[in-house]
C-alpha cells in the first residue's frame, strides 16, 4: 500500500525515469549490435583477429560496473556527469554477449549449407547476407536479449553518476534506509527486464520454429542486486569488544573525519576497526544502534531533523542538548562537538553569481525558471532539504533536479551540467572550481555542528575512548576541516596521512 501510494504521489517523476532508463537501455544496446554483430563475423570466420575481440570483451565484462564508471569518468570526450558516460560503460557490458553469440550462430551452421550456396555460385557477401546471418539470426536475437536484460540492471548503478533512471530510487533508499524508495527503482526496472525478455523471447522463437530452449532463467537485475548487497551490508557482524568499529558516512569528509576518530583511538593504544564508507545517515544510524559500529561522526542539524524527526532548532547549544537527550535515552552518547559547523551551503558557479548580481539563497528566484539544480540522494528526500528549502524561499525551478553521488555534484556544476547545487560549507572543491556560497539569508538550514556518537556501552567497558575522544573538542575548525577535505579532493593525498599529519600539529 505505502508503495502504490508511493508511485501515486511521484507518477510524474517515476514516467521521467522510465523514460530516461529505457533511453540508456536502447541506445547503448542499437550502438553494441552495431558494433557486436561485424565483430561476430569476424570471430566466426577470421578466429586468429576474433579471439582478441572475444577476449577484449570478455576483460570489459569482468570489470564491475561502478570500478568502470570511475575509471570513465575523467576520460576526455568519454567522460563526465551524465548519460554520455553511462551509454558508454553500458555498450561495453552489451558487447560480449552479442559478439559471442553472433560468432556461435554462425559456427553452427552446417557446412553442407554452405558448400550447397558455394556450388550455387554465392560470392561471400552474398552467402554472409543471404544464408548465413538469416540462418544464426535466433542466436543473434539470443544474445541481444541478454545484453538488453543486463542493461537495463546495470542502467540502475549509472544514477551514482547523475545518468537518471531508475536507480535514483535505489540509491535514495539505500542511503536512507527505506525499502519503499527501493523497491519504487527496483520492481519497475525487474518489470522492464521481464517485459523486454518476454518480447525477445517469443521473438527468438519465431525466429527458429521447432527450436526448444533448453533452459529459461529469470534475468536477475542489478535493482536487486543492489538491494541484495544493502542487506548483506546492513548485517555486518560487530568485531569482537575488545577492539572499537569505527564507522562513517559516503563522502570525503565523513571518511576523514572516521579515520580521525580511528587515529585518535589508536593513539591511545585503543585497537580500531574501520567500517567507512558505509552510506548515508541513516545507515550509519542502524548501524550504531544494532552495534555493528560503535562510533562515527554526525552533525546535530542532522540527527534533529532526518534521523530523530524532531522539530528543527536553530540555537546551536539547544540543538546539540536536544539530540544529547534523544540519543541518550536509545542507549548512546553525543560527545561535545568537534569545533566546525558544516551547514548544507547552496553553492552555484561564482562567475554566475558575479555576473547576475546572486549574493542570496532568495536571489535565485530570478533564474529558477531557467536553472536546473542538483543534489545529493539525502538532500533531495529529507525534511531539510529541497522541498523545505523551495519552500521557506519560494524557489520553482522548472527544471527537475538532477540527482546524484554528493561528492559528484561539485564538478556537475563546474561543468555547467546543472546550474545550482546544494553542497558542504566545509568542502574543499568550493574553492579550487571557483563556486560561491549563497548566504542563507532566511536562515533556514539549522546548525550542523559535527559530534562523535558512541554506544555508551563502549564508553562504561573502555572509558579511554572516552578520553581519547574527548581531546578533539573544537579542536576542527572550519578552515580546518576545509583544508583537509581539500588535501584529500583537490591534491588527491591520502586520507590517513591527510589526518595523521593534522593530529600530528598540535594545538
Known sequence: MRLLTFWMAHRAELASMVERHLFLVLWSTLVATAIGLPAGVIAAHRPRVGRPLLAAANIAQTIPSLAL??????????????PRIAIVALILYALLPIVRSTAAGLKSIDPAVIDAGVAMGMTPRQLLWLVELPLALPSIVAGIRIATIVGIGTATIAAAIGAGGLGEYIFRGLSMVDSTVILAGAIPAAVLALVADGILTWLEKRLSPGRKRLSRAAPITAAAAALLLALASAGVGSATRDTIVIGSKNFTEQVVLGELLAQALERHGVRVTRRLNLGGSFICDRAIRSGDIDAYVEYTGTALAAILKQPIVKEPDAAFNAVRDAYGRAGLSVLAPLGFNNTFAIVVRRADADALG??????????????????????????????????????????????????????????????????????????????????????????????????????????????????????????????????????????????????????
Not at 570511475?70 to 567522460?79: A, C, S, V, Y
Not at 560561491?436 to 539569508?441: C, P, S, V
Request: net charge negative.
Open 69 to 82: 564508471l570511475g575509471f570513465l569518468l575523467p576520460l576526455p570526450f568519454i567522460g563526465g556527469i551524465g
Open 358 to 507: 546572486l549574493k542570496t539563497i532568495e536571489d535565485l528566484r530570478r533564474v529558477d525558471a531557467q536553472w536546473r539544480p542538483g543534489f545529493g540522494y539525502e538532500f533531495a528526500e529529507r525534511t531539510d532539504g529541497y522541498a523545505g528549502l523551495a519552500s521557506a524561499y519560494g524557489l520553482r525551478f522548472t527544471a527537475p533536479p538532477r540527482v546524484m553521488d554528493l561528492d559528484l555534484v561539485y564538478r556537475a556544476l563546474a561543468t555547467r551540467q546543472v546550474d545550482v547545487i546544494a553542497g558542504d560549507a566545509t568542502s574543499g572543491l568550493i574553492k579550487a572550481l571557483d563556486l560561491a556560497m549563497l548566504q542563507d539569508n532566511r536562515e533556514y538550514f539549522p546548525p550542523y555542528y559535527a559530534v562523535p556518537i558512541v554506544r555508551s556501552a563502549v564508553l562504561l567497558a573502555h572509558p579511554e575512548v572516552r578520553e581519547a575522544l574527548a581531546q578533539l573538542a573544537g579542536r576542527i575548525s572550519e578552515t580546518d576541516m576545509r583544508a583537509m577535505n581539500a588535501a584529500v579532493d583537490v591534491d588527491h593525498r591520502d586520507v590517513a596521512a591527510t589526518v595523521r599529519e593534522f593530529l600530528s600539529r598540535g594545538r
